[in-house]
């Protein structure tokens, strides 16, 4: 049993900022991507920031320079730090793995947590 457990989100005015956490925890061989995708209200989820096992990272183009996603291998874990939010910022964030087990690779989905910015 794998779980992705999120904390950090809340309510933060303009040009505030916001650090999310999500750990990955269970039967875990090695860890190959982790992210944050966001989805606001009426539309799409899309992909926020990524990191590879290598350390290699990809940001949307509207958070770049802004966001900065970084990795702790013990205790399996990124965050997600949020600089100089805007209101367009307010979504429901999720934290994604790609996760190699035992016997197969799957990717999993935390239950998201709330970034709201007020203008």
């Known amino acids: 049993q794998v779980q992705l457990a999120e904390s950090g989100g809340g309510l933060v005015q303009a040009g505030g900022s916001l650090r999310l956490s999500c750990a990955a925890s269970?039967?875990?061989?090695?860890?190959?991507?982790m992210g944050w995708y966001r989805q606001a209200p009426g539309k799409q989820r899309e992909l926020v920031a990524i990191?590879?096992?290598?350390?290699?990272?990809n940001y949307a183009d509207s958070v770049k320079g802004r966001f900065t996603i970084s990795r702790d291998n013990a205790p399996n874990t990124v965050y997600l730090q949020m600089n100089s939010l805007k209101p367009e910022d307010t979504a429901v964030y999720y934290c994604?793995?790609?996760?190699?087990?035992?016997?197969?690779?799957?990717?999993?989905w935390g239950q998201g947590t709330q970034v709201t910015v007020s203008s």
């Open positions: 990191i590879t096992s290598a350390g290699r990272t």
């Open positions: 994604n793995a790609d996760l190699t087990l035992i016997t197969t690779r799957k990717t999993y």
């Open positions: 269970g039967s875990i061989f090695s860890i190959n991507t």
